[in-house]
């Protein structure tokens, strides 16, 4: 367990003592992500490649008899914020805003499966908020396993990312797809996870960037992403148009043989995201086969086409995330790109190890140059998927 894990599961548990005065019944946590490559590609049914990062979201849990969700959150200042308590019966999509929608829609969704106890839930964590690195997913995946937990449902974790889809899609209001919760749930320590989002099918692919003296840098902006704002739902609904008019079930049924014909049958505005998704999909099926070949250095061309592919032709960079790509790149790293829905949130790098404190100090200075704040930066290493501390 790393030893994130086992902070955030005490700080959820000894909060909740705090609250409830005695112990919970259990502890799930779970993590947000960061996605390697294949962005914008999974609700266009084709392939991404996250990783777990070491950040969590912990949930101390016990069942309630009165059907009742309760929800506390534990600050970084030690103060807690509440969620207005809620009949599980009477959950439905528009009663709870903010961010106790994230937990309440989960509860909205497990009901339909038949969990419809209710719970205290104490919250605690430390995934960055807004910046690109799923927050809401680990929150919304660690609820999930902490109610399933409680009704003691088994585990069926692809099962388990489509009920949480349906939390954020229809309860929560973000028409996002299957990469984040998958993440969340399916990620293994050293591994990437290489998912299909058409067939489910995953396979864990082990990297080790330092074993390369390499290093993939988190570079989180600071410029706050959300994806409940109209781009992302404007791309999506792009993709699904160009879909219609070629006259298949989702862009990942283009081939890069058939995208110069796709495109000149398309209006003016649809053929760049056709473009990113099917060149997208072909480099996530290159970066897969240059880590299976042990040269995790090729990766580096594959994030900059990324990147560049995000910010002209779907168009969700922005100037933070183009600085961040570009100074990390003028002082050696190997690629870099935006990572999640892009508007804000985080960029990864791929760095020698011997350039990160380089890196670091020209994405600073430059940002100070511009009077932007100074991003965090960390390292980030493939770490453990969700499940059960205590
Ligand atoms: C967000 C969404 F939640 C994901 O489903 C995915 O579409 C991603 O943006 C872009 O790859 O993180």
């Not at 935006?338 to 011997?354: E, K, N, Q, R, T």
Request: hydrophobic share 45%; charged share 20%.
């Amino acid at each position: 367990m790393s030893p994130g894990r086992d902070d955030q599961a005490r700080r959820a548990a000894d909060a909740f003592a705090r609250l409830h005065g005695g112990a919970p019944r259990g502890v799930w946590s779970a993590p947000g992500r960061v996605n390697l490559i294949g962005e914008h590609t999974d609700y266009n049914d084709g392939f991404v490649l996250p990783f777990a990062l070491p950040h969590r979201t912990a949930v101390a849990a016990s069942p309630r008899a009165d059907g009742v969700l309760a929800v506390s959150t534990l600050g970084d200042d030690g103060e807690f914020r509440h969620a207005d308590p809620v009949a599980v019966a009477d959950l439905e999509p528009g009663r709870v805003g903010g961010w106790a929608a994230y937990p309440a829609g989960v509860a909205w969704a497990l009901r339909a499966q038949g969990v419809t106890g209710g719970a205290d839930l104490v919250v605690a964590g430390d995934v960055p908020a807004g910046a690109g690195l799923s927050s809401s997913h680990a929150l919304e995946c660690a609820v999930a396993l902490a109610l399933l937990g409680l009704a003691d449902v088994p585990e069926d974790r692809p099962e388990i990312a489509r009920w949480v889809q349906r939390a954020e899609n229809d309860f929560v209001g973000a028409p996002t797809g299957l990469l984040d919760q998958t993440a969340s749930l399916l990620c293994t320590e050293a591994h990437v996870l290489f998912l299909d989002v058409r067939s489910g099918k995953s396979e864990q692919v082990p990297f080790d960037a330092a074993a390369q003296g390499l290093e993939v840098l988190v570079i989180d902006t600071r410029a706050s992403h959300s994806n409940t704002d109209g781009g992302y739902a404007a791309r999506r609904a792009g993709c699904e148009r160009a879909a219609a008019l070629l006259g298949v079930p989702a862009l990942r049924d283009v081939t890069g043989g058939e995208l110069p014909g796709a495109l000149a049958r398309l209006p003016a505005e649809l053929g760049p995201l056709v473009r990113h998704v099917v060149t997208e999909n072909e480099r996530v099926l290159r970066a897969v086969d240059a880590l299976r070949a042990g040269a995790v250095a090729d990766l580096g061309p594959l994030l900059l086409a990324s990147h560049e592919s995000l910010r002209d032709d779907y168009r969700v960079s922005c100037p933070e995330l183009d600085v961040a790509v570009g100074s990390a790149l003028a002082e050696g790293a190997l690629g870099a790109r935006m990572v999640g829905g892009g508007f804000g949130g985080s960029a990864i790098a791929l760095v020698p190890v011997d350039r990160h404190d380089a890196v670091v100090r020209r994405v600073r200075s430059t940002y100070a140059e511009r009077g932007w704040p100074t991003p965090r930066t960390f390292p980030a290493v493939p770490s453990a998927g969700a499940g059960r501390d205590a």
